[in-house]
């Protein structure tokens, strides 16, 4: 045994709430199931998904009938107080299913990326105005029963999403106008949807992300995502213009450097004045596009997922987080095969992180070990530690804990190519005990007491 390999747990460490890190983007929705989404209701209360966000949903990169403004308004000429002149059948039957498993949906308030060479949606709104009371009939659907609506009290509506991305050889595809115009519909519709819906949180607007922060080579455009943020803060705050939460995007195989984003973003912030704005990492996952690809939907990328939730939970650098997708139809998600429809190996992560979330109080753990790292739990008298080797070789582990209920069930399990999720053995609890684990490379261990 390596002595310095040692992980404590005193369960008297008590550290705030456990965060909903393991929100997703997109719900695996199937359009021939109507009303019935079996996958959204099992897979959702498995992993006591908190959040889902609404970007890039259903069809290819968002389809035409579901969430986006011009799906549900589609005549931006048209009457924005009449209720004939919104769609909303499509998106009802999608947030439905979230609400009911009892996820929340984090509407995002845009549209989808276009990268094609022709732009139909990616272009400023022709009134910000009118655009802004659009999005208030929106939120009167959804929150406040307008138009044979619901009463979902949906928290957080963010406004746009990355509209500093560059595009491609076809141009910007997010946002085609100026930083300043983005700027104005920011500001003309967060100052407007707050005076009506004081209790919603305003917030925005998805950031690509902040590469410069830790990365040398990398094109101007991306160096212009930290100007296009500090630029945004000072209008922000000049135009008293709300920010209940920001909300920003990584893609890395790189644990530290999300640590390091998630850093960056929470001290400027504090920087220019917003110390009680929330902060949402409301895209990730490993890697980005090529061999990446392949590597979401192994035993690779689910021990980064693992060690990701551990990392940031150690922090206090991020209030939410939502993994890019888990939609059926994108290429992104990791969690589940998309010829076959059965569930791969990274997805037992997220369930294995929502058991401490569902526990609630967060514990401080104590791990100085590279590549690894810990978290734990309880509530009452359960309790739960999470842990992974992520990138070493095997290696020899012990687990002190203190402070524990005794004569409870200690069940260990693991995550690997050989696991998912399933108990390798079990014992009863003492208050303090010392658990030996052999932990391969990219294994996650779930320890639950109760």
Request: aromatic share 16%.
């Amino acid at each position: 045994m390596n002595q310095n390999n040692k992980v404590k747990i005193d369960f008297k460490n008590e550290k705030g709430v456990v965060k909903p890190l393991n929100g997703v983007c997109c719900a695996p929705y199937s359009s021939i199931m109507g009303k019935n989404q079996k996958h959204i209701d099992k897979y959702f209360k498995e992993g006591n998904i908190p959040y889902c966000r609404l970007h890039d949903c259903c069809g290819k990169w968002g389809g035409t009938h579901f969430v986006d403004i011009p799906n549900i308004f589609r005549d931006f000429d048209a009457d924005e107080n009449d209720p004939n002149n919104y769609d909303f059948h499509y998106t009802d039957e999608y947030i439905g299913a979230i609400q009911k498993s009892g996820c929340e949906a984090y509407y995002r308030l845009g549209v989808t990326i276009e990268w094609g060479s022709k732009k139909y949606t990616a272009n400023p709104p022709k009134n910000f105005g009118k655009w802004a009371r659009i999005c208030e009939h929106i939120i009167m659907h959804y929150n406040c029963g307008w138009a044979s609506g619901f009463n979902y009290n949906i928290k957080y509506w963010e406004i746009w999403n990355e509209p500093e991305n560059p595009g491609n050889m076809n141009g910007k595809c997010m946002w085609t106008g100026t930083e300043e115009e983005f700027f104005d519909l920011y500001r003309i519709s967060s100052r407007y949807l707050k005076e009506k819906f004081p209790n919603i949180k305003i917030g925005g607007y998805g950031s690509c992300g902040f590469y410069a922060v830790t990365r040398e080579n990398i094109p101007d455009t991306h160096k212009g995502f930290v100007t296009f943020f500090i630029d945004f803060l000072k209008m922000a705050k000049r135009t008293e213009s709300p920010l209940d939460f920001f909300s920003w995007h990584i893609y890395s195989a790189d644990v530290n450097e999300v640590v390091a984003h998630a850093k960056f973003v929470r001290e400027t912030l504090d920087k220019y004045g917003f110390e009680y704005t929330e902060v949402h990492l409301n895209e990730w996952n490993f890697g980005a596009e090529g061999k990446s690809f392949e590597s979401k939907h192994t035993c690779e990328g689910m021990s980064f997922n693992s060690a990701v939730l551990c990392a940031l939970s150690n922090t206090d650098y991020v209030d939410a987080a939502m993994y890019y997708c888990f939609s059926l139809e994108g290429m992104y998600n990791g969690f589940m095969n998309q010829n076959t429809g059965e569930i791969d190996v990274p997805w037992y992560s997220f369930e294995a992180y929502g058991q401490l979330y569902k526990l609630k109080t967060g514990i401080k753990t104590e791990c100085n070990v590279k590549d690894f790292y810990a978290y734990a739990a309880k509530n009452g008298d359960k309790y739960a530690v999470m842990a992974v080797n992520y990138k070493s070789d095997e290696r020899s582990f012990e687990f002190e804990i203190s402070d524990c209920a005794v004569n409870k069930t200690v069940s260990v399990k693991y995550i690997n190519d050989k696991y998912n999720l399933d108990t390798v053995f079990a014992f009863t609890s003492s208050e303090n005990m010392k658990i030996c684990l052999n932990i391969e490379k990219q294994t996650t261990v779930l320890i639950t007491i109760e």
